[in-house]
């Protein structure tokens, strides 16, 4: 794969805590330099990354219920309707990781069906992509979440927030997309630091890459 091609898979990630003005526009300027899939950022800071995106083919994604999703359904519906009146494309929402530890499957599906509705009445096309936190779930619940995640209408399953007790790994991948097939996207986020695991990632089935070093990937990967 050419360095292109793995760009055109990363979503540029800035979600801490301390991100300021500068650290946000400085995410964007690499977003255009490396030509990625979108920069990813908190939703506070989405109108700012439209703004300084103008001109790109990057598009904006916002968190929604993040970092652990436990805010109620309601509230991660209205976070999407901000978020793409500010200007997101994409949403990467958290799942209410507690309701599928419980077998809470009814509110699962409608917590992530919530957000995907907030996408459909979109003025234009919005993804959604449902973060499962992997880590924290027996491998039977982690099919369970990604089942009910592609049946509530998401366009992707996404491991982890890249915030909890641990990120992306090949088994986990190559599980999400054997549970879900071809019919939507996985992402791998959390922990991908150089292109050997990216690539990993990628050969495991993920169409997507959550990152923050995406400099430090590229540069080990073909032109």
Same mark, same amino acid.
């Given at each position: ?58 598009? &904006?994604?916002?968190?929604? *219920? @993040?970092?652990? +999703?436990?805010? =109620?359904? %309601?509230?991660? $519906? ?78 992707? &399953?996404?491991?982890?927030? *890249? @915030?909890?007790? +641990?990120?992306? =790994?090949? %088994?986990?991948? $190559? ?46 990967i073909e032109a």
């Amino acid at each position: 794969m050419k360095r292109a091609e793995l760009a055109k898979r990363i979503d540029h990630t800035l979600l801490g805590p301390t991100a300021d003005t500068e650290a946000v526009k400085r995410l964007c300027e690499e977003a255009i330099q490396f030509d990625v899939a979108s920069a990813c950022v908190n939703p506070c800071h989405v109108e700012l990354v439209r703004e300084s995106l103008k001109g790109s083919d990057v598009k &904006v994604c916002a968190v929604v *219920g @993040f970092p652990h +999703g436990m805010s =109620t359904s %309601e509230t991660k $519906a209205f976070e999407a309707q901000k978020a793409i009146a500010a200007g997101a494309d994409e949403l990467d929402m958290v799942i209410n990781v507690g309701a599928l530890k419980e077998g809470d499957y009814a509110f699962v599906s409608e917590d992530i069906h919530a957000v995907c509705v907030a996408a459909e009445k979109a003025p234009r096309p919005v993804s959604v992509k449902v973060i499962l936190e992997m880590a924290l779930l027996t491998e039977e619940e982690k099919v369970a979440g990604a089942t009910l995640a592609k049946a509530a209408g998401a366009d992707y &399953v996404k491991t982890s927030t *890249g @915030f909890g007790p +641990g990120g992306a =790994t090949v %088994e986990d991948v $190559a599980l999400l997309r054997a549970t879900v097939g071809e019919g939507i996207g996985v992402k791998a986020a959390g922990g991908i630091r150089d292109a050997e695991t990216a690539m990993a990632m990628v050969e495991a089935g993920a169409d997507r890459i959550g990152a923050s070093r995406t400099g430090a990937i590229l540069e080990r990967i073909e032109a």
